[in-house]
Nanobody
């Protein structure tokens, strides 16, 4: 069992930056592929970014945030981060951290084994 706790959300203005963090409970954190998803009101949960592999050297992003967001992991601290720059009002959502054991279909939320409780990000225009 892996417990994930997100932090760092908040209310910001368009163009601002936020850094989300996700702390994992287990030392085996490094064996999991780590992803970020988001869900806006009335919409389905959508893929944002993933760090594949223990080093997080392989990263993939959704087209909507590519070039603005960066995912990174710190295995020494059992933490994964999502640096969000140039935020837009359409980035407003609850952001979730998730962990999966295999790397297949990393963009599908149903393939993830563990989820955090989410952190709200609100971007005003």
């Amino acid at each position: 069992q892996v417990q994930l706790v997100e932090s760092g959300g908040g209310l910001v203005q368009a163009g601002d930056s936020l850094r989300l963090s996700c702390a994992a409970s287990r030392r085996t954190f490094r064996t999991y592929h780590m992803g970020w998803f988001r869900q806006a009101p009335g919409k389905e949960r959508e893929f944002v970014a993933v760090a594949i592999g223990w080093s997080g050297g392989s990263t993939y992003y959704s087209d909507s945030i590519k070039g603005r967001f960066t995912i990174s992991r710190d295995n020494a601290k059992n933490t994964v981060h999502l640096q969000m720059n140039s935020l837009k009002p359409e980035d407003t959502a609850v952001y979730y951290c998730a962990a999966k054991y295999d790397s297949d279909s990393y963009y599908l939320p149903d393939t993830y084994d563990y989820w955090g409780q989410g952190t709200q990000v609100t971007v005003s225009s």
